[in-house]
């Protein structure tokens, strides 16, 4: 804190000390002031009445040598050239341009427009090499401002249609087009069309050409830039006559000649009045093209005398703005010198000291508060992507939670619905053989059609809690050599009570020996479910069979019945785990839907794969997966 009072305090006495030196080094505020506001009208004149524009920036060019002020200087030449630029008086133009480049080194957006003119004009003499190297240099200087990148992508891509460049010119124009829209520029977007529409002319794409220039052409009226409408009526001229339409054609030639006469373009002129000589000789119009022909020629003349005369005068004319000038130059090295003897070199010395003493404490201070502030804005990051990740934790759990809530409140659903039953007729059996209503061979009868609905109840214990930890714990796969042919067998013994019941069959057609690497109590559980599923769907008098036969080195096990089969929306509901979908069988048999998903979570966890195929009316067929022993493996390739 000390340090900086008595650095504040020391400048202080400085200025204080020297007032007349301070005095001397600063610019008068009024006249910079001044000389602003002649270039700012100057270059709002400057595309339409050049002659008057020059003239606001000859007046500030004389102020601004008066009081030394360089970027005025450069401003005042570079606005004297795009004047004569406009009156197509290109090598007086490219000389004021050259002369303002030293004066606008210290503002790169200033030089990065008079590089922009000069490479213009460049590409107007035809010297597309030189044009092409003052571009890239105004682009480098233009940094990263937007509007001025616009600017020069846009002149840039007339280079490249003048040398039929068009995959560069497309490239350049869509650069042009994402920094116009960026900053809104209408009229450059307007241009660009133009330009497109004219490759598409040069690549005699002419569908593609219309289309693009009619866009240019809705977006031109409403800016009511005549030249820009000119060119662009011309350029549709130009698409008719090769498209052999030369009635068409006419009438945007005509278009575009009456507007360059009205905004006074030779060139313009020039350029309708060609094409109007092509409509004329493909029409057979003899007499119109030469008449055409004629007037292009008087009118080459007449700019080329204007040019000359023009030029004369503007050689007068700077020998007498360089007089002047030179004037002022000598004057004020007079005043120089006579204030050099004036001033003291140890004041001088003492006054440079004391701002670069200034300077450096200042660049060092910044430069702390800025490195303060990037670690402060890094450990804000930081901290902020914690909590961004904390918050997507809890919300991943609090989902979590969610489904798990849900699936409790599911199998305690079905626990209370579907096991109550069975629970209650066992009860109610007991109750009556206590009470003496019922005897033991009623009840042993009673019993054996009670059998398959409690074998039943089973299952659906097994696999809820099957499924329950499946889904909140996750089970172990415990995998071994195992015969699915005899666990088939097995299947018969498990439901023999409840396939006579229905008089279905249940036939074992699995291959012998047919021994896959999985969990047996796993494929115990698939089985029952798949068989159990089989026996609830099919009729009375009906077919069951298990199939198994190796394939793509698995071995491909198929429970096929002769049941009501099912539609697709019903084998599309199968697997989901929201709805747990499930049909009444064909005796009433009621289930909980979460069979078929515990089958295929098991399969899935023995590295195999559950798929159905059914048709309404013709039965089932559920297919499931299951990888070959090493030893099968080697049987089957044998």
């Given amino acids: 804190m000390k340090n900086w009072l008595g650095s504040i305090l020391l400048a202080l006495i400085c200025t204080m000390a020297y007032p007349a030196v301070k005095k001397e080094n600063r610019p008068d505020p009024a006249a910079i002031q001044n000389i602003n506001f002649l270039i700012s009208r100057a270059r709002g004149l400057v595309l339409k009445q050049p002659d008057s524009a020059r003239v606001f920036a000859e007046k500030a060019l004389v102020l601004s040598k008066k009081i030394n002020y360089k970027h005025g200087i450069g401003q005042c030449f570079n606005t004297i050239g795009v004047s004569y630029w406009v009156q197509s008086l290109l090598p007086v133009s490219q000389f004021y341009l050259v002369l303002a480049v030293p004066y606008l080194r210290d503002d790169n957006k200033a030089l990065a427009d008079c590089y922009r003119n000069i490479a213009r004009n460049y590409v107007d003499l035809k010297d597309y090499k030189l044009g092409l190297h003052f571009f890239k240099a105004a682009i480098k200087q233009a940094g990263k401002d937007p509007a001025l990148k616009a600017l020069i992508f846009t002149e ?19 650069v042009a087009f994402k920094y116009s829209k960026i900053t809104h520029n209408a009229n450059l977007i307007a241009i660009l069309y133009n330009r497109l529409g004219q490759i598409y002319i040069g690549q005699r794409k002419l569908d593609l050409a219309e289309r693009t220039l009619d866009t240019c052409y809705n977006l031109a009226v409403p800016l009511k830039n005549k030249r820009l409408l000119s060119v662009l009526s011309i350029d549709q001229s130009r698409i008719f006559v090769l498209k052999n339409n030369p009635d068409k054609a006419l009438g945007y030639a005509q278009k575009g000649y009456l507007l360059a006469d009205t905004i006074g373009s030779s060139d313009l002129k020039l350029r309708a009045l060609k094409v109007l000589t092509d409509i004329y000789e493909k029409q057979g119009n003899v007499k119109q093209a030469l008449r055409s022909e004629t007037e292009a020629t008087q009118l080459y003349d007449s700019v080329k005398n204007f040019t000359n005369i023009k030029t004369l005068k503007l050689i007068q004319d700077y020998n007498l703005l360089n007089t002047r000038l030179n ?33 450096v404490v200042l660049i060092i201070v910044i430069f702390v508060y800025y490195r303060e502030k990037n670690q402060m804005n890094a450990r804000l990051q930081a901290q902020h992507q914690v909590l961004i990740d904390q918050k997507k934790l809890i919300e991943a759990q609090r989902t979590d939670l969610e489904e798990v809530n849900k699936l409790k409140d599911k199998l305690l659903a079905i626990i209370g619905h579907d096991l109550r039953t069975p629970i209650a007729s066992l009860i109610s059996i007991s109750d009556l053989f206590a009470v003496g209503y019922i005897t033991a061979d009623e009840v042993t009868k009673l019993m054996q059609d009670l059998t398959p609905v409690i074998k039943g109840a089973e299952l659906t214990l097994s696999n809820l809690m099957g499924f329950a930890d499946n889904q909140m714990q996750g089970q172990k796969v415990r995998a071994s050599s195992i015969d699915i042919c005899a666990i088939a067998d097995e299947m018969l013994q498990t439901f023999a009570h409840q396939l006579q019941q229905k008089d279905i069959s249940l036939t074992n057609h699995c291959i012998t020996k047919a021994e896959v690497w999985a969990d047996a109590n796993h494929i115990k559980v698939i089985l029952r479910n798949l068989v159990s599923n089989a026996i609830k769907f099919t009729g009375n008098g009906g077919e069951i069979q298990v199939i198994s036969f190796v394939k793509n080195n698995d071995v491909q096990v198929c429970v096929e019945d002769t049941g009501v089969g099912m539609s697709p929306e019903e084998i599309n509901k199968l697997f989901n785990k929201k709805l747990h979908f499930s049909q009444p069988g064909t005796s009433g048999e009621k289930g909980t839907g979460l069979g078929l998903l515990l089958c295929k979570e098991l399969i899935e966890m023995n590295n195999g794969a559950l798929w159905v195929e059914a048709t309404p009316g013709s039965g089932c067929r559920f297919y499931f997966t299951l990888p070959v022993t090493t030893s099968l493996h080697l049987q089957v390739q044998e």
Avoid: C
């Fill in 327 to 359: 004037t002022i130059e000598q004057v004020k090295s007079t005043s120089d010198a006579n204030r050099a003897l004036i001033k003291s070199q140890n004041k001088t010395i003492a006054l440079l000291v004391i701002f670069l003493v200034i300077a």
């Fill in 156 to 174: 840039l891509t007339s280079l490249f249609n003048a040398t039929n460049d068009y995959d560069d010119g497309m490239m350049h124009i869509q």
